[in-house]
Each structure stands twice: as C-alpha cells, then as structure tokens.
C-alpha cells in the first residue's frame, strides 16, 4: 500500500512537471509606471512590450496568439440622470447611481473580441465593456442590470464620450509571432489613482496565462496643492476661494469703473 502511495506521488510529480513545461508565460513591460498631470497635461500615451515565452517542450500551437490588454483605473462613485420635460423646462427627474465604477477603462486587443473568445470566456474574464460588473444602487438594493437598461446604456454612452472607457479591436500588434506592442491612451481628464494594467494570452478561445502591473497617475506642481488644500483643509479652502471671488469682483469694478 505504502509502495503504492509514493508511486501515484511521483507520477503527479512528474505530471506536474509536464505540465509546467508545457505553460505559456507572459513577459511583460510598460514605458513607464507614473504619470505626473501638471497644467498643461493633454493626455500622453504609455507603451506597452510583452513577449510569450514557451518551454523548449512546448508543443507548436496549430493557431495563432491572441491578447487582451484590460486597463481598469481607481473606483468612484458616479450618478447618472434621466431628464425629463416638467412644466415646459428640462429637469433631472431621475437619476441612478454606480458604485466602484472604474474612472477609465480601456479593451485593447489584436482583433475584435467575438473572435478571440466565445460570449462564455469573455464573461468569465470580463472581457469586454459589456462583460465588466457596473453595481448600481437600485430602490436601496445593490446590483447590476441588463445590458439594454437605459441608465446603464447611458452610463457607458457618457464615458465613450469622455474617452475614459474604450474598446479597440486593433491595439495591440504582434512585432513577430512571439512579440507584442500596444499602446495605452491616457486622456487629460482621467482621474488620479492607481491603475492596473492586466495582459491576457488567449489561444483558441481558451485562456493561457496572464500578466498584470499598475501605473500611478498623480497630480503635481500647483494643481497637487489645490487639490490637498481642498480635500484636506475643506473650510480654509472655501473662504479663501470666496474672498479671491470678491477681490476679483472688486478690482474689476475699480478698472472698468466708469466716472
């Protein structure tokens, strides 16, 4: 029994190994890991290099590679609101709010991701803006919603807009069969935080290995200082602003005073 027992060990081991051997790995590498947005930041593009590394055993794949590139910014909380026509005037009549959004969110790929995957992977890895969870607040419960659901159509339709969520079907290029490149758009109104960067290697439709890094995206010079000031001395902050509001007032009173 025991001869046995350490016989089913070794073949697992071996097995195991074998497996290993046989594993894809992503090797991956960004142009930089912080960007700083000062007063005349109008966006940048960040670089990204990965190379799909095989065992010497690894046997030849009869089809091509494919990668996801999945950029998810901080979370924040956004409302979203329908307007509606009340005694003649436009108003917010109604709004819906969206918990742990995140501030951006970019797709990139090498070819569009219905022939990458089937609808089943791309769920499960969330890929693909229709694919990624959005909780919503609803009547005091939190959940998501059907992808034809107004508010969240609208949700998405406004960040496309804004270029902070994206979906591009032809991003990443394949420099050889093993070599890969993409580029990562940062528009100038993203939000600050941290960002994760995840690289997905697909095969087939099936899922080989992943990669995954973050990039800080910060304020500084004098847009950091505003930015502390009225976040961390809120009260300070408001009159300064006010009274800067009136000496302004004042002084153009005085210019353009007419005697």
């Known amino acids: 029994m025991r001869r046995l027992v350490v016989s089913a060990a070794a073949f697992l081991f071996v097995l195991s190994s074998f497996s ?29 290099f990965g190379a799909i590394e095989r065992d010497e055993k690894t046997v030849a794949r009869s089809g091509a590679y494919d990668i996801v590139v999945r950029v998810t910014g901080p979370p924040q909380t956004e409302v979203t ?65 059907p992808l034809n659901d107004p508010f969240r159509m609208a949700f998405l339709r406004l960040n496309r807009e804004q ?41 087939e439709g099936v899922m080989l290995a992943t990669s995954n890094s973050a990039i800080e995206i910060q304020k500084v010079g004098f847009e950091q200082f505003v930015a502390s000031s009225a976040h961390d001395h809120g009260l300070l902050y408001g009159l300064a602003t006010a009274s800067l509001a009136l000496l302004t007032g004042w002084i153009a009173s005085v210019v353009f005073r007419r005697d």
């Open 20 to 48: 290993g051997a046989r594993a894809e790995h992503l090797v991956v590498a960004l142009s930089t890991h912080q960007v700083q947005i000062n007063s005349s930041f109008v966006g940048t593009d960040l670089v990204l």
């Open 81 to 145: 609101f329908r307007k509606s026509r009340v005694l003649g005037i436009w108003v917010n009549a109604e709004s819906r709010t969206f918990l742990d959004a995140p501030g951006y969110l970019a797709m990139l790929s090498n070819r569009p991701l219905s022939e990458i995957a089937g609808p089943e992977t791309l769920r499960r890895y969330r890929i693909g803006l229709e694919n990624v969870t959005f909780p919503q607040q609803i009547a005091g419960d939190i959940g998501d919603v």
């Open 163 to 203: 270029r902070l969520y994206r979906e591009v079907p032809n991003a990443v290029t394949f420099l050889t069969p093993n070599l890969i490149r993409a580029a990562i758009r940062i528009p100038a109104n993203v939000p600050v935080g941290t960002y994760i960067v995840d690289v997905l290697l697909l095969a």
